[in-house]
T-cell receptor, first 111, second 112 residues
């Protein structure tokens, strides 16, 4: 029940396309859902986050869509660029508790 | 503001030895969490400290321990190193009362 399932494991997108990464959870007590971006040799960087009372949040080319009834959330990267090539992790947490991470998605954007 | 800093960045140790890793959180952040990242297990929570007290602990053996100092800097220690302890150890800090966690660059530990 503490798991966060992430898919796909890897994703190849052409420059200018839309990248979509999906996550699902079971624990309805989760109230915070962040996405992290990690480049090789670096720590994860907080990209965008959402709370369950909001169905969508957009920051620049990055959008989180949240479906509370389905217990799913997804990251959409619009107009994907080669510089977006990285590993993306979804995560979830309950108040004052640890982050539970998904298994990661390796995104490659080709010119 | 300066980000989370971790030292050392790279470390090579032999089985059976012990190691201490250090983390300095973002100024003003009092919560520090530690995670282990491996290709097989992904990102796994080790423990969290707040105001020098361990507030949360993951499912790791007692060989993994940590502490936090009054200036919020934190250290983690791994004793009797095993080959399977080879990983990227990440530290993250959070502002008080907030969910967001900001990660450092990590310490790459290799156990031979």
């Amino acid at each position: 029940q503490q798991q966060v399932k992430q898919s796909p494991q890897s994703l190849i997108v052409q420059k200018g396309g839309i990248s979509i990464i999906n996550c699902a959870y079971e624990n309805t007590a989760f109230d915070y859902f962040p996405w992290y971006q990690q480049f090789p040799g670096k720590g994860p960087a907080l990209l965008i986050a959402i709370r369950p009372d909001v169905s969508e949040k957009k920051e620049g080319r990055f959008t989180i869509s949240f479906n509370k009834s389905a217990k799913q959330f997804s990251l959409h990267i619009m107009d994907s660029q080669p510089g977006d090539s990285a590993t993306y992790f979804c995560a979830a947490s309950v108040p004052t508790d640890k982050l539970i991470f998904g298994t990661g998605t390796r995104l490659q954007v080709f010119p | 503001k300066a980000g989370v800093t971790q030292t050392p960045r790279y470390l090579i140790k032999t089985r059976g030895q012990q190691v201490t890793l250090s983390c300095s959180p973002i100024s003003g952040h009092r919560s520090v969490s530690w995670y282990q990242q491996t290709p097989g297990q992904g990102l796994q929570f080790l423990f969290e400290y707040f105001s020098e007290t361990q507030r949360n602990k993951g499912n790791f053996p007692g060989r993994f321990s940590g502490r936090q100092f009054s200036n919020s800097r934190s250290e983690m220690n791994v004793s009797t190193l095993e080959l399977g302890d080879s990983a990227l150890y990440l530290c993250a800090s959070s502002p008080q009362g907030r969910h967001e966690q900001y990660f450092g660059p990590g310490t790459r530990l290799t156990v031979t």
